[in-house]
């Protein structure tokens, strides 16, 4: 349970002003100072999977005189990737089996910057589908294979995908989740 990935684009957007579409936040983050190492820990009611503190409250982290809009923005938009890397580890952990790719759907696959940093975290291959309505899309193959329209499953074999590969050194990925982890225990500890 992730209580905050897109709702925090709607907070960047609703509640703080710095964006006025959820569009804007690709070209900001490609904006932004790759030497800054500001992070946001969307902690907005709580820290969901896999820490589980209903206490903890959001916060950034690192923020230095070269932060700026764009920083600020990115920091958001990373901490989607930071949240889903965090379940995907954890699912490694407690399953023993190695994931081999995520395929993911919804408003923030429009994001390319998203989609491409989620690769790089996860160093593991992220597909997205051409449409983006593949739940409704799903809810109607799975109805068409209940009646027998569809002989199987192998029907969900044909959406188109655009598939993100991880382009990110091992050592700074290390470097950025050790950035992610050290502002989750900054964000646990004021509990």
Sequence with gaps: NINYTGASITWLKDNVELIESAAET?????KANPADKTYFVPAFSGLGAPYWDSEATGMFTGITRVT????LVKAVVDSI???ISDIATLM??????T??????DGGPTRNDYL??????ILDRPVEVPDSEELSAMGAAYAAGISVGIYENKKVFDGISRITYMSGMSQDHRDQLKSGWESSIRRTLART
Excluded: P
Excluded at 26 to 30: E, I, V, Y
Excluded at 99 to 104: E, I, N, Q, T, Y
């Design 26 to 30: 690709a070209a900001l983050a490609k």
């Design 68 to 71: 700026g809009k764009a920083e």
């Design 81 to 83: 990737a930071y949240q």
């Design 92 to 97: 490694e952990e407690e399953s023993g089996k």
């Design 99 to 104: 994931l081999k790719g995520l395929r993911v």
């Design 115 to 120: 989609m491409q940093f989620q690769a790089d």
